[in-house]
Every structure is written in structure tokens, then in C-alpha cells.
């Protein structure tokens, strides 16, 4: 290259290297302590503090985080071209009783009184409060993906309809209907249910409230994945309830509707790939839920404030069976691939303690 052609390109790069900078400089937050990349998300700071100690019991991965997560979905998937709703707007706090009401939503109401607090409190839509603390409460969970968050949601306008919230005693047809008609393929739905490694149940059968889904509670892994694929053979309970089907381990609940995914032909291998994938989950979930906080809503108006959620800490356990379980336990079911080769925990067999209430 010659000497002024080399000169042109170094120039160039210089003043695009200047460029870049200038796109990525940071402001201060009038808090004086906290960097953005755009002045808007200063005010999602004090929020945070605030949430981490006062919502989520000084940053544990608990009941108040699995309740947030399960706002955040029963918020957005509040949406049909057909049947009307605003998707992730907030409507579910704005409207909560007529929201509250439905019966996909039953105990709801709890984490809706304790949000609508604090949507009083700052100067942020209901909507974004709901997204926002969704992403912050999953970050308190060790292996889970830092998620993205996008601010600007609008006010709610009306309550969403009834029925669009999925339950966990409809067919997998019906359940993969629904998140059709909101725009999500069956390997989204998989993905988003990876949330289960986090969640408990209080209302499927209300006599054992804080029962977990898989054997590691407030820890985001596979293991949802992998137990969901062990045979039955207790209810953890008072028996048999709508939406309940026979678990695999002591103290564990599981849902008809997991169990029946984790079955079927349209996402059983989906379901399948997860079940030793850490990455992959996490890949898969973190873009699942960015679609679904955004569902109903315009991104171009937003304001993408994802360096505000904290970074989530490493996964320190490795996929594996449960102790007493062996791999013939496990009910293939995706026809593609055999299940991952896994190992059991040593020790007596596995018994899970129920959530403590925050």
C-alpha cells in the first residue's frame, strides 16, 4: 500500500475508532456513583437498590423472584391480534381487579400488591416496573443469562381479556395455540419454561405451598429439564390436582403441562437439548424473554437499558441425576437423539425441602 493510501486508511480508522467512542461514552447519573450509556436509565438505579433489598430480601433468588418472573408472563402473554390486550404493558397492575380475577391468575395478587408499591413510588409505567424487576430478580439467580431490558413502555390503556393466559392442565395443542397466536414458535415456549428451574408452586395444590419444580430450588440449571423426564411415582401432596401429575422425587411438584411438553413430539427434542445444556438454555431463554417483554410494544421507541441488570453469578454444579435415580428412570421421548448420559448424586435418595416464604 502507499504511504497516502496507507495515511488514508490510518486516518479513517482513527476517526472511526473516535466515532465508536463517542457512541459508547457514558454519563454520569446525577447519584454521582453510576455510569449509562444513556442518561434515561439513571433513573432505574435507586429503583434497583431499592428492589434488591426491599423486594427480593437483600438480592436472595426466593419466592418475591419466582413470583416477579411469573408476573412478567402472565403480564405479556396478555396479548391477541384477535381477542385484544396490550401484551407487556402493565395491565395486570393498572387493571389487577379484573386481572387478578381470572383463574390463571390465582395468588397473584400478592406480588401485584407488592409491585404496585413501588410503581407508585418512582416515575415508571407499569409495564417497564414489571419487565424491570423481572430481570433484576432473575439476576439474583446463580447460572442464570443477565437479561435485557428495554425501557419505555406506555401506560396500560385496558385490562386484558380472559383466557390467554395458558394453564397447566391444557393439552400441549392448546398451549401451543396460544403462544402462536402471540407470536411464538414451540421451540420458544420450551425455551421460556427453562423459568421452571427457579419456581415453586403455592396454588396447584395449596396444602403444600413453596413446592419446587425441580430438586435444586433458586439455582437457574437443566436439572427442570432432565427431572420433568423421570417417571412419576408420588405426588408430593394431598394427591392428584388440576394441573398435577406424579413426580419423580420427594417434596417436588410437577406440572401436567410440563410433563406432557417434555412428551411430545413437537418438543420433546427441544425439550431434550436442554436437559445438559447450560449454555444453550441460557442462550435460548435471555431471547425468549426479550420477546416476550416486548411483546405489544414498539422496540424502536425504547430505550435498551440492559447494563443496569446485574450480571448473574456462575453456575458451580454440573447436570445430573438425581441420588436413587438411575438412567432407566428417564422416559425417552424425542426420537432424534438418546438422552444425554448423566450421573447420579451420591447419597440417599433425593428429597426436596420446600420454598421458605420470604
Known amino acids: 500500500m502507499a504511504f497516502g493510501a496507507l495515511s488514508t486508511a490510518l486516518l479513517f480508522f482513527g476517526t472511526a475508532s473516535l466515532a465508536s467512542a463517542a457512541l459508547t461514552k457514558h454519563v454520569t447519573c446525577p447519584d454521582g456513583k453510576n455510569t449509562a450509556s ?135 395443542t392448546t398451549i401451543l395455540a396460544r403462544f402462536r397466536d402471540a407470536g411464538f414458535s414451540p421451540e420458544e415456549v420450551v425455551a421460556l419454561l427453562a423459568s421452571h428451574s427457579v419456581a415453586a408452586s403455592d396454588h396447584v395444590d395449596s396444602s403444600i405451598p413453596g413446592t419446587p ?45 410440563d410433563h406432557d411438553l417434555a412428551r411430545d413430539s413437537r418438543t420433546a427434542c427441544t425439550w431434550q437439548s436442554f436437559a445438559n445444556n447450560q449454555s444453550k438454555m441460557q442462550r435460548e431463554f435471555k431471547a425468549a424473554m426479550l420477546k416476550l417483554s416486548l411483546v405489544g410494544q414498539k422496540k424502536a421507541h425504547m430505550i435498551d437499558c440492559s447494563e443496569v441488570i446485574p450480571k448473574p453469578q456462575s453456575l458451580k454444579t454440573r447436570a445430573h441425576l438425581p441420588a436413587g435415580k438411575k438412567m432407566t428412570d428417564i422416559e425417552q421421548a424425542c426420537a432424534k437423539a438418546p438422552f444425554p448420559s448423566l450421573t447420579a448424586e451420591s447419597g440417599p435418595a433425593t428429597a426436596v425441602p420446600p420454598v421458605p416464604p420470604s
Not at 437479561?147 to 385490562?159: I, S, T
Not at 394427591?239 to 401436567?256: A, D, I, K, T, Y
Open 213 to 257: 419444580f425441580d430438586s435444586t430450588p433458586g439455582i437457574f440449571d437443566t436439572q427442570v429439564f432432565i427431572e420433568v423426564q423421570l417417571r412419576g411415582t408420588l405426588f408430593p401432596g394431598n394427591g392428584s390436582n388440576p394441573g398435577e401429575v406424579e413426580s419423580p422425587l420427594l417434596g417436588e411438584l410437577r406440572l401436567q403441562s
Open 38 to 172: 444513556n442518561a434515561a436509565c439513571c433513573v432505574l438505579f435507586p429503583i434497583l437498590e431499592d428492589i434488591q433489598e426491599n423486594l427480593f430480601d437483600g438480592g436472595e433468588c426466593g419466592e418475591e423472584v419466582h413470583e416477579s418472573l411469573r408476573l412478567t408472563f402472565h403480564d405479556a402473554i396478555g396479548f391477541s391480534p384477535t381477542k385484544g390486550g396490550g401484551g407487556a404493558d402493565g395491565s395486570i397492575i393498572t387493571f389487577d381487579k379484573i386481572e387478578t380475577a381470572f383463574h390463571a391468575n390465582g395468588g397473584i395478587d400478592e406480588i401485584v400488591e407488592k409491585q404496585k408499591s413501588f410503581v407508585e413510588k418512582y416515575n415508571i409505567s407499569a409495564g417497564d416496573f414489571i419487565q424491570f424487576a423481572g430481570a433484576v430478580g432473575v439476576s439474583n439467580c446463580p447460572g442464570a443469562p443477565q437479561l435485557d431490558f428495554l425501557l419505555g413502555r406506555p401506560p396500560a390503556k385496558a385490562a386484558s381479556p380472559d383466557f390467554l393466559v395458558p394453564e397447566p392442565f391444557d393439552s400441549v
